[in-house]
T-cell receptor
Framework: LAKTTQPISMDSYEGQEVNITCSHN???????ITWYQQFPSQGPRFIIQ???TKVTNEVASLFIPADRKSSTLSLPRVSLSDTAVYYC?????????????????FGQGTTLQVKP | NAGVMQNPRHLVRRRGQEARLRCSPV?????VYWYRQLPEEGLKFMVY????????ESGMPKERFSAEFPKEGPSILRIQQVVRGDSAAYFC??????????????FGPGTRLLVL
């Protein structure tokens, strides 16, 4: 069962780039890395998912080194509204094309506080 | 949140009463997951259901908790004889299908249960 470790909290200022690193030393060969964002009193929201190298969408970028034992979520030019908890997940054996149950394993996440 | 509906949003029960939490997945999604979140913690998987079937209930307490996802209607998480320790936010997530390229789980806004 792949376990993730990420910083408990981070502070940043508006306009800065924020990088949140997550370690997952026991990631399985076919596992994908997924990041979710959660605002207070709301459900988690999918941000980005990747397998290796770099993935970019309109919200964030995800950098994954060749050994896949860690990943870095990059948020460009954060604003106050990016203050939230960010979860790095390596699903319980979730892999594309598998028949696993797909349950997501959430850690404590990283609480990002963006200051003006 | 891509259209997952949960109700009620807030539920207050006295010890010993029953709590019924409802989840309507995104239209066309046949996979439903329930998670529980205690204050200051990450989400914990409870149960995964497909239409009329429980696929994985490994995270659900053996007693007092049950879940269903009937052919017609919403998924229901039922907690009998609630205790104060059941106070938490309960999130439902749905996905279009499992094992393919669209495994992203979309979360609802949650139901906050308070047991007095």
């Amino acid at each position: 069962l792949a376990k993730t470790t990420q910083p408990i909290s981070m502070d940043s200022y508006e306009g800065q780039e924020v990088n949140i690193t997550c370690s997952h030393n026991n990631i399985a060969t076919n596992d994908y890395i997924t990041w979710y964002q959660q605002f207070p009193s709301q459900g988690p929201r999918f941000i980005i998912q990747g397998y290796k190298t770099k993935v970019t969408n309109e919200v964030a970028s995800l950098f994954i080194p060749a050994d896949r034992k860690s990943s870095t979520l990059s948020l460009p030019r954060v604003s106050l509204s990016d203050t939230a908890v960010y979860y790095c997940l390596v699903g319980d054996g979730v892999m594309r094309g598998s028949s696993n149950t797909g349950k997501l394993i959430f850690g404590q996440g990283t609480t990002l506080q963006v200051k003006p | 949140n891509a259209g997952v509906m949960q109700n009620p949003r807030h539920l207050v029960r006295r010890r010993g009463q029953e709590a019924r939490l409802r989840c309507s997945p995104v239209k066309g999604h046949s996979h439903v997951y329930w998670y529980r979140q205690l204050p200051e913690e990450g989400l914990k998987f409870m149960v995964y259901l497909q239409k009329e079937n429980i696929i994985d209930e490994s995270g659900m307490p053996k007693e007092r908790f049950s879940a269903e996802f009937p052919k017609e209607g919403p998924s229901i998480l039922r907690i009998q004889q609630v205790v104060r320790g059941d106070s938490a936010a309960y999130f439902c997530a749905s996905s279009p299908f499992h094992g393919g390229s669209e495994e992203t789980q979309y979360f609802g806004p949650g139901t906050r249960l308070l047991v007095l």
